[in-house]
């Protein structure tokens, strides 16, 4: 899917359904690759069929992304992870917000299209400008057009700003919050005792059986992966000509002749103040609504601040504190909403408004004006752009000359020194740290460990936002060690799991001896919920015994512990007493505990709209086109 956008871009809210929620209008976030065209369809929603083709390319990337993490997975253990089941509930979860948002009428404009292709990292050259040749090499790669992208794209992002208006408005109750985090801050006093097991070390005899018979049952603990040391050189447009080689009448001229890529658009910044009303209200209900917004208008003729009107009148998804929605792009809200927030002057108040969420009041309080950005705001994207077309004119002839030489054997460096590049070279790598390190495609790094020692790769590779021309310089084929290589390493982990078993039996004597009041010398400290004991790793094991146990009383076993000085061991523990948060960390955090209670809500009032849009969905599906399909 739309992998690389959404790793590069914020998502930042949902959208709402009435009765369940209501609001703000801002931008971007979930995925969508459902197909309609053609073929036959293995599921319908509410009238709209799912293709064939679109289910078996999402089950398709699903399985290789599930490969390329596990190497080694048998068909049979991908079967059992019900894969095609999952894909099909996410294709049928996005066709039913892809139909929401054309329903409330949600579009997205050219220019939001444009903004959001250029805040993706995936885009933009090394000097973090957008690189439109990178766009449309990645666009065309990965859906074989750029129109076939920007159509996902614009798919996408209706369903974004569906979800958007969903949690836009959600905000945190301060008591809330800091019920929670007294909650979450609230510790346990403890007594301990402490057995490391570097005491029982020296005790551990290790028998040559043991040694064997470790080696044999964890072999692939010690498989060594193919790896390889690659010499190579990275070529890309903005590495053959610099930036900062383009003249300042070079940029002033394109700044002129293309004015219209550098617009910033319309914008308003409003509040409003909202009466729910559903789409099919009841005369008698609309009338009702209808009173409430004219006792609203009366408060505010009657010189009552707009944001104290907002606050006594608006629900808790309504709008943020004092009614405000913060600043709207055209394309962000419903058509009945946007038309009378933009014909609006700062400081006037608008007729009541109907949309499919009720009757609004709104307010705008400052406007900024479409208009051209400065030169100096654009500039650094200017001089980047013209040097990436300059060198893109001279990419083929670089790449040739350098694949060419490469093929021939000769010295990297010296070919790279021909075109102001350089030769690089890697330490020892296996094909997964290749992709990591160089940007190759697991298909690259798979052709790469393909390539004996010595030898050239053929051809230019993909790498990020340019290529690679390389040549193996060494290569190790995957391996097993022999047992006399590994010993010493087999010897270190049985011995610390010998006196570690040790060590736990110790402190399980410990332990009956505290029980009758003759236990060994005890230390204090705090348990946290998260796990973590003064001086020691965290542990969720002890946290959970600690938090359930009652006072005075110690836990009934012995837990494996890692001590922060003495390493690691067993420990057994009594729960002392009960120490509530401290109120002057409340004042330090309260606004962490805030974001975290409205994230809370947001995820939770986003996951009932979505079942709203399930419960009352019209959904059927193919199941013998589907096994024919996963067979």
């Known amino acids: 899917m739309l992998d690389f956008i959404r790793s590069n871009a914020q998502s930042m809210g949902v959208k709402l359904i009435f009765g369940l929620i209501i609001l703000v209008f801002i931008f971007w976030g979930v995925g969508s690759i459902t197909d309609t065209s053609g073929g036959s369809v293995v599921a319908v ?19 290789e992304a599930i490969q390329r993490s596990n190497p080694g997975i048998t068909r049979e253990e991908l079967a059992k992870q019900n894969i095609g089941g999952r894909v099909l509930n996410v294709l049928i979860l996005q066709k039913l917000l892809e139909q929401e948002a054309e329903r409330l009428g949600i579009s997205v404009s050219a220019l939001e299209m444009r903004q959001a292709v250029e805040t993706v990292d995936a885009f933009k050259n090394k000097d973090g400008v957008f690189d439109p040749e990178l766009f449309r090499r990645m666009a065309e790669n990965s859906y074989g057009s750029v129109a076939a992208f920007e159509q996902q794209l614009r798919d996408d992002m209706l369903v974004g700003k569906l ?37 029982y070390v020296s ?28 010499e190579y050189v990275r070529v890309s447009p903005l590495l053959l000509v610099k930036p900062e080689s383009v003249s300042a009448a070079d940029v002033e001229a394109e700044y002129t002749k293309n004015a219209s890529r550098y617009m910033s658009p319309e914008m308003v910044k409003a509040s409003h103040i909202l009466v729910p009303l559903a789409e099919k209200a009841t005369p008698e209900e609309v009338k009702e609504a209808e009173a409430k917004v004219a006792a609203i208008r009366k408060e505010l003729a009657d010189g009552k601040p707009f944001a104290q009107v907002a606050d006594a009148h608006n629900g808790p998804n309504a709008a943020g504190p004092g009614g405000e929605l913060g600043w709207i792009q055209q394309g962000q809200t419903v058509e009945p909403f946007e038309k009378a927030v933009f014909a609006l002057e700062p400081g006037k108040l608008s007729e009541t408004v109907r949309t499919p969420f009720g009757l609004h009041v709104i307010l705008v309080s400052e406007k900024k004006a479409a208009g051209k950005k400065p030169l ?5 994207e200017i001089r980047a752009e013209l040097a990436r077309q300059s060198g893109v004119g001279k990419l083929n002839d670089a790449l040739d000359g350098l694949v060419e030489d490469n093929i021939l ?9 021909r075109f102001g590049l350089r030769a690089e070279k890697t330490e020892l790598l296996a094909a997964a740290e290749l992709e990591k390190t160089l940007g190759l495609s697991a298909e690259n790094a798979a052709l790469v460990m393909g390539t004996g020692s010595g030898n050239p790769v053929d051809t230019a590779l993909e790498a990020g936002d340019g290529y690679l021309v390389l040549r193996v310089d060494k290569a190790e084929a995957a391996h097993t060690p022999a047992l006399e290589a590994v010993r010493g390493e087999i010897e ?16 399980a004597e410990e332990l009956k001896q505290a029980q009758d009041g003759k236990g060994p010398k ?8 998260s796990g973590v004991l003064t001086g020691f790793a965290a542990s969720s094991e002890l946290a ?3 938090f359930a146990a009652p006072l005075q009383k110690w836990l009934p076993q012995a837990f494996r512990l890692e001590s922060e000085k003495e390493g690691p061991g067993a420990l057994i523990c009594r729960v002392d007493a009960v120490e509530e948060a401290n109120p002057a960390e409340w004042e330090a955090m309260k606004e962490a505990y805030d974001g975290l209670m409205r994230d809370r809500r947001g995820n939770e009032l986003y996951q009932l709209f979505l079942g709203e849009l399930e419960r009352k969905a019209e959904i059927r599906q193919n199941p013998e086109l589907l096994r024919q399909i996963l067979n």
């Open 45 to 63: 929603v509410n009238g709209d069929g799912i293709s064939a083709g679109a289910f078996q390319r999402a089950y398709q990337q699903q399985v």
């Open 163 to 199: 979800e958007n208006l969903v949690r836009a408005g959600i905000w945190s109750n301060s008591e809330e919050s800091r019920a929670n985090f007294e909650y979450l801050r609230q510790k346990r006093s403890v007594s301990y005792a402490f057995v490391p097991a570097s005491r």
């Open 203 to 230: 005790e551990v005899k290790l028998t040559d059986k043991d040694i064997e018979d470790y080696y044999t049952a964890h072999k692939n603990d010690f498989a060594v992966p193919a790896k390889v040391v690659a």
């Open 376 to 380: 100096s705001e654009v500039e650094g």
């Open 409 to 417: 054997k000769k010295p990297l460096a010296e070919s790279a020194a």
């Open 492 to 507: 270190k982990r049985l011995t610390a799991e010998k006196a570690l078993t040790a060590a736990l039996s110790a402190a």
């Open 522 to 529: 005890l230390g204090t400290a705090s348990v946290e919920r």
């Open 544 to 546: 959970q015994a600690v």
